[in-house]
């Protein structure tokens, strides 16, 4: 299957835009799977609750998610994108999975980032994996990679693609994912974004870097640093079914839960 | 306090000669804590279960544990190696923490790599943490690495140091123990081996690359793949007590332990 992700560079709160950036860019491609980055369509550094509340959209209606929903339908694949939910009084930092037939799936981030703690409550959806065209994927979002737990729930859930909207600041995740993707023996799709936002005191700088990694931790698409970009790989999703790392070692069965 | 390691180039069988090579090499420095590699006076690739009984020793007793409590005695600091554990009529692959006053904690290393499980049990000590000169520090070895449940549960017993005794052959493991690092925020310090084993058709070549690596992540000294060397580092413990990555996030505190 075609694997794929897109690095965008969106303008804070202006949705049809960075929708726009995002159609104009990815329409061209073929995929059976795309993953966006976390909070794609409103960007990232809201200036508080209520601002957020006004662009969240909740699980399954709105805009954002018509648009992707059309988007799916159209390039007959599944789409993954970040977005700020809307559950009754709350909101989430969460992720949806949109089938071609416009059903869809909910992961709300387990382990929020530093101040989306002011916006977001945190996840309540917890892991859980889904098959799509054979394959078995999963959901994590940006700061979950820091804790192993994240992708190791999803790979024994059975995962064999870890999709990870992303809005990274820090350095060190993209190539820790490589070590998400070994030690798990699971193709990871990392997509981040670029560019900056500005709010008060605050700026934060996005590191770009997006990756497809594969369950021997090899690098099999990347973008780089500064640029928008479309990229995909064409995987085949049962290696992630194959945990043997020698004759004599599965990185399933060789775990020693008693221990833990 | 003083933390380092030393990169062997072991010669098999022969423990004279590699105890020889590691005291000519550590016994000019100051150290409080010293790591030494997996199997450091044995060398790995054994023929047979008999043979490595024939190398191995009981914990606490023998030609290679006299040599490193006196050792330990003698630069008044802690020692940590690994060797072949003999105990009743199994093999433990085994590393011991030696005390200058001559005292000791064993830990049996949990996850076997590949032929290894010809050789060796399964570790049945598990994991767990001691204090010396107010540091508290934890043992894993080699191959354990690949699991992250180990430095975790290292960490949640509460080290601030990760001693890594290994013989690394996979060449993933240095760049992988910086996400160990940062994703527990610990001091880890693996000690590997170079050189090369050949046993019938097999041969195995070691790849160096000892690290000692911060709880930020940083890489505060290294030996290269081709030689052996001594290297230290002057760190404070107690850095590993912050979890904190900003303001708002701890890497304990933040876990969802319901959720994985």
Redesign the interface.
């Known amino acids: 299957m075609i694997v794929s992700l897109y690095q965008s560079n969106p303008r804070f709160g202006k949705l049809a835009e960075n929708l726009d950036e995002v159609l104009t860019a990815v329409k061209p491609h073929k995929f059976d799977l795309l993953v966006l980055p976390e909070l794609f369509a409103t960007g990232y550094l809201f200036s508080d609750f209520n601002q957020a509340f006004l662009l969240a959209e909740e699980a399954g209606k709105g805009y954002v998610f018509e648009t992707i929903r059309m988007l799916a339908a159209e390039k007959n694949g599944l789409v993954i994108y970040g977005f700020p939910e809307r559950r009754g009084k709350r909101l989430f930092n969460s992720s949806l999975a949109v089938f071609p037939n416009g059903q869809y799936l909910l992961y709300q981030k387990?382990?929020?980032?530093?101040?989306e703690?002011e916006i977001f409550s945190?996840?309540e959806t917890?892991?859980s994996v889904f098959s799509f065209r054979g394959a078995r994927i999963g959901m994590m979002i940006c700061?979950d990679w820091?804790?192993?737990?994240a992708a190791?729930?999803l790979t024994l859930l059975g995962a064999q693609i870890v999709c990870h909207p992303s809005n990274l600041v820090?350095t060190?995740c993209p190539?820790?994912m490589?070590?998400?993707a070994?030690?798990n023996a699971v193709f990871t799709i990392t997509a981040n974004r670029i560019g900056e936002e500005i709010r008060g005191e605050k700026k934060l700088r996005f590191i770009g870097k997006s990756r497809i990694i594969s369950p021997d931790?090899k690098v099999l698409a990347q973008v780089d640093s500064h640029q928008t970009g479309f990229i995909a790989s064409e995987i085949n999703p049962e290696l992630a079914d194959n945990k043997r790392?020698?004759?004599?070692?599965d990185?399933l069965a060789?775990?020693?839960?008693e221990?833990?």
């Open positions: 387990s382990h929020l980032f530093d101040t703690k945190p996840g917890g892991f700061f820091r804790f192993p737990e190791r729930k820090l060190h190539d820790a490589i070590t998400r070994l030690e931790g790392v020698t004759e004599n070692n990185l060789d775990r020693r839960p221990l833990y």
